[in-house]
């Protein structure tokens, strides 16, 4: 799994809907971050650097997880 930078070990992964994944393979498993948890989105948060576009990673975690979002982008959405 992990032939590619960023990449995760997503396999390992087999009770986590294709949905709960954020990452490069548009949502699938391959080569992506889990979120199926907090505990997880704050960790694929903190592993986003890793990632091909770490800010994609970033605003996926953020839609599923609002709170996580740091406070300075809370004050710079749309109202």
Known sequence: MREKPGGSNAGEYKNVSKGDFCGPAGGAPKGTYPV????????????????????????????????????????????
């Open 36 to 79: 199926n948890t907090l505990k997880r989105g704050k960790s694929a948060i903190k592993l986003a650097h890793n990632a091909p576009n770490p800010e994609g990673i970033k605003s996926c975690v953020y839609k599923k997880y609002p709170q996580l979002k740091p406070k300075s982008l809370m004050r710079n959405r749309k109202k």
